[in-house]
Every structure is written in C-alpha cells, then in structure tokens.
C-alpha cells in the first residue's frame, strides 16, 4: 500500500488551479448559460439519420471532412483553414499548447483564457477594461511591447460585459502585435459589429473563433477557428485526432442547413434583447449596460440577495457580483421567460424595498 | 499585411511534431481500426431520447452525473473515483497536463502516450519490448530509478502486439514506482487477464483507463480514467468543463444498459479471434501472435504488397511494417468479414508466391 500526495505530485500551477466548477441549480427558466432558448434542428431530421446511429461502433471520421466542407461552403473559405475543436475551450487550450505563453487578455472577460494559460503552466496577464467595459488600449500596448504575448485573446461582443471592443482599439493591437491575435466571435451573430472574417485575407496574424454553443446547439460541444492555413496546420498537431464525435459532426452539419431557422431565432433574441433591455432600465435601481450579444449584464444593488430572490421565483441567472461588482447577467429567453423574469424581478426588487 | 512563419512561431516540440493522421482508404471490410464489427445500441431506444434531441440548444451536464452513476454502479466503485474524457485521449492529455514529465512507456504501444507528452513538451522515455512482447523489466526498473517518471503508461492487452504484459512484471514496476502507473485497459473485455480495478483499493498510485471505443461505441468517443479519488481531484483541475457532449452522455449510459448485448459481441469476437487465429496459424508464410485483444498482429513477408493486395479485395488492415518489421494488423470482424478476409489473404499469397 503506497499514499500518495497527489496534490503535491502535481505541477506547481496545478496546484494553485481551481477546477471549473460549472454549478447546477434546478430552476424553471434558466437564463445561466448563454445558451439560445430554441432548438434549431427538427427532431425528424435526427432521426432519419439511422445510417449514423446503427453505426457507433465506428469511429468518427478523424477529419471531419463533410462539416468542415459546409462550414467552408458557408463563410465561403477554404476547408484548410479551420480547426474544430471540442467547444472553443479545446481549440484556447490547443493554442496555447502550440504557441505557449505569454498569453494577454482583457478582464472580466471569458474565464477560459486564464485557466487554459494556468493548466498549461504559461504565464498570462490579465488587463482590465476601462470604466466602459472597452480595452485599456494604452496598457495594453505598453503590455505588448514588454512581455511580446504570443496569444492575445479578445472576445468581442465580450462576456460578460456584452459589448463589443472598438474596432480601432482591436486594430491598433493587431498591428502593434508580432504574434497571434485571437478574436472570440462566440457572440458575433448577435451583433450589429460585422465580424473580422472578411479581413483574414489581409492581416494574417488573426484567427477568429466561433461556436455552435450559442446559436442553439450547445449540446454537441464544437466550435472552430479560422485562420490561415499554415497557422492551422501548426495547432493541428495538438489536436486530437478523433476530437469531435459522430454524432456532432452530422449535427453541426444539420446546423448549417437549418441556418434560416438560426436566423431567425438570432432575430427574435436581437428584438427580445432590445425589449428586455428597456425594461431594465426602466426599473428603479437598476443599471443594464448596452449588449450586442444574447445576454445583458445589468447591476443592481444587493446583487447576491437579488439572485438568490430570483431562483426562488424558479429564475436562474449568473451572479457575477464577484467578477463585477453588483452585477448579474442575464441571457436572452424566450418572450415568454423574459417575461417571468422581469415580473419576477419586479417583485423581488420590490419586496427589498418594502 | 504581416506574414508571420507560424511554424517557426511554434514551440520547439511542436516544430518536431507530426499530427496524427488517420488515414482513410475507402473498402468494403473495415478491419483496421479496432472497432466492434457490432453496435449494441437498438436505434429504437435512441429515438426515444426525444428529451435530449429537443434541447440540443442547452450545455451537457458538465460533470456527467447520471454518466458516472452508471459506471459506479456497473463497476462498484465511487462516482468520485471516475473521470470522463472524450476519448482515453484527452485523459492521457489531462494526465500529463496535471503531473507533466518525465512519461515512460513501451514500445510499440498505443501511440497517444509518445505523442501527446511531446505535444505538451514533457520528456517520454520509451523502452522496447522484449522478443515475446513483454516488458523488459531490467530496462524499466533503471529507468525508474533514474529518470523517475512521474507517469508510466502500460496498455495491457498492448496495442498492437495484442498480449497481455506479466502481470508480475506490471506490479514490480508498481511496487518500484514512487509515482503513478496507469493501466491502459481499453481492451481488457477481451482478455482473460482479470484486469487490475480489484487492486485500486490496495494500491493507490495505479489508476486505470477504460473506454467505450473498443466495444461498440467508438463514435461517442468517451473513456474514462478509474482511480484514487484525490487523483481524480487534481486532474479534473485541467479537465475542460463541458467536455462530454449531451448525446455521448446519454448513449453511454444506454451501452451500459446493454451490457448484455456488448458482452455477447465480445464472446463472438473472442471465438472469432480464436478461430482466426488457427486459421492464420494454417496458412505458409504467416506468422500470428497470441491476442487478448480484439485484434491479432501477424507477420507475412512482404508486408507492404500484401497490404495492398488485400485493399484491392475490399479489405482494410492496419499495415505495421514501420513499428514492427513484417507486421499487419488485423481487427476482428463478424464471422462473414472474416471469411471475406482470410479468402482474400489466401488469394494474395498464392498471387505472390506463383
């Protein structure tokens, strides 16, 4: 019989790292994630896949040559410069594997930036938005010039403040960098800011990161990255060769094809955050910052008594008082749960005040 | 414009590395991969799951609760001892991201172990077998004490020689080890070597990895690692957060549910493989290895053109000759895919030998 410590055994940065905790409350109207409240693929386009399914015993195709045809088809780019990954989380982590470290980024912004950087034992800083929740350009910029990050991740519309980055801000950045700068576009498709898809042709030290995560496919975990093909090429190696199942593939592939029926689920999100966002600021208290993408971050004061207010009226939001003070946001539902969730707001706001 | 050298941009053990490729060659019998020739899931019970298909826009449970209930129970271990990976692959990934180097393995062996500690810049030793396929054991223990491996992975049944390794052997390099050994038992269910979960309680620096793959699922792409539950602990720390999409999820608890059927398919492998065996043992020319697996390694001169050969007969094996001189592999197939190929092999060598 041997103990091992295996907290010691493990590396110095593991140590130190705190495992993702996604926590899981039971509610009715869960407006946690980010995750659209439409499925957009009808249950009859599954299941006349019975090729697929009287077939799991096979692997999946390592490739995933048909999906990466259609994504290619759509955004009219070459299959040779995408990369799936198992979510956006993979291909950060696969990034940071191929180029390592220095690794910069805004913060708050998304969370996986940071602990990819800290599990894979390279050095990462974090700059803080400035009092608009926009780049601190100029810290930013003396950063570049002194620690030559050779990732530089900007979610734009960011999470989760909800707005997009100057498109100037971005540029000066891109230009000042010698290495890789990564654009997040998880959130892109709820935006009025067009994307920087069309500018891969000119500037080849960015790569833009998608997701089926938000557009209503959540479930199948796959996300991509888009790039030039030898920067594709290079963090291909670290990828794992079956990383994306079978069953993914074929839907993200349904995806595609059912991408008028995401259009118009984007559309009603867009009409429903606009709506949603007049209602909050009508109410007394509390202060919703402007959002292009499909939540809202608003803050109001008591944010802890306020969440917890709301999951006993069955309405479960992100309190991310810790990240940002007083602040919860809130995704985009249904009319209907945007609906619950203001009156149930309205009454908790009212029974503090009372 | 800038045009960066991404390969040069690269770190050092990226540059030296080669993604894996899997290629795929169109044929009829597919015995290359070591899959089941089986599927164990009815497509009925899928098509039931209208729950899970219908909610295709919300995240997976991102600790896979019911998933490790299931095996828990199956295995009568802790859920808290489990942890998931999409595929044995990322486990291995997460096993060398949390303890890093040095990796030590055999080899030939799975070729994840060599190519993942390189892609994650850790330094693997890797010590031939001896002429039988076993560990040789001299070799392993000086290197333990000299290098001290922070892992060693022994994948018994061995892919691709297809023995068990000694088990004595496997627990002097326990015994000798001050850090942690994992039994790669992807294709335990084959064997009659009992495998080494009934050790987990006396022995706390093994852990064990097992899959879906090789039994029926491997399009779901789910392993899972078994082991002390404070080990679990720190290499759930570099575990992406959601990395088990909802549907591999719910099919594998439906393959655990069908535990029958998966173990009538290995009885028809196992019988299989035996007659296969005397089959190729019949045949001039070719020499076959013992297997305790879902595959048998087999020498024939000529290796390359009988590969060949047999592809313009519809058959796919996996051709060895680079690892192990003169060696092809092939996977179980059904009874019918079998006959399709020893008929082919035989077709073959008299075409050569006249």
Do not use: W
């Not at 957009?40 to 799991?56: Q, R």
């Not at 230009?175 to 009025?192: G, L, W």
């Amino acid at each position: 019989m041997k103990d091992l410590n295996f907290y010691n055994l493990a590396r110095n940065n593991i140590q130190s790292l705190h495992a993702y905790i996604a926590k899981e409350i039971p509610c009715k109207i869960k407006l946690d994630a980010n995750e659209s409240p439409y499925c957009p693929i009808p249950l009859k386009s599954i299941f006349s896949k019975e090729d697929l399914f009287s077939t799991l015993n096979r692997y999946p195709d390592p490739e995933a040559k048909e999906l990466k045809k259609a994504i290619a088809k759509d955004l009219r780019i070459t299959p040779e410069s995408i990369l799936l990954g198992n979510g956006s989380d993979e291909i950060i982590n696969c990034l940071i594997t191929t180029f390592g470290g220095p690794v910069l980024h805004p913060i708050p912004t998304f969370v996986m930036y940071a602990i990819a950087s800290q599990a894979l034992g390279q050095s990462h800083m974090a700059i803080p938005l400035d009092s608009a929740f926009d780049l601190d350009i100029e810290s930013i910029l003396k950063s570049i010039k002194k620690i030559k990050p050779k990732l530089i991740f900007l979610s734009s519309p960011n999470n989760p403040t909800g707005n997009c980055f100057s498109s100037e801000k971005i540029f000066k950045i891109i230009d000042t960098s010698k290495n890789i700068v990564i654009i997040d576009e998880a959130y892109q498709p709820f935006s009025s800011q067009k994307g920087f898809l069309p500018l891969l042709k000119d500037y080849h030290n960015i790569a833009i990161l998608r997701t089926f995560s938000k557009i209503g496919l959540a479930a199948i975990r796959t996300g991509f990255l888009i790039g030039h093909e030898d920067l594709i090429k290079e963090v291909n190696k670290t990828r794992l060769p079956y990383n994306i199942n079978a069953i993914s593939q074929a839907i993200a592939i349904e995806g595609i094809k059912n991408k008028k029926i995401i259009n118009s689920h984007i559309k009603v999100i867009i009409k429903e955050r606009k709506r949603l966002y007049g209602e909050l600021s009508n109410l007394k208290g509390v202060q919703p910052f402007p959002s292009e993408a499909n939540f809202i971050l608003f803050k109001v004061s008591d944010a802890e008594l306020v969440y917890k207010k709301l999951i006993e009226y069955g309405v479960l939001l992100r309190n991310l008082n810790t990240i940002v003070k007083d602040a919860l946001r809130v995704t985009i539902g249904t009319p209907e749960e945007n609906n619950i969730f203001i009156q149930s707001l309205k009454l908790t706001l009212d029974s503090i005040n009372s």
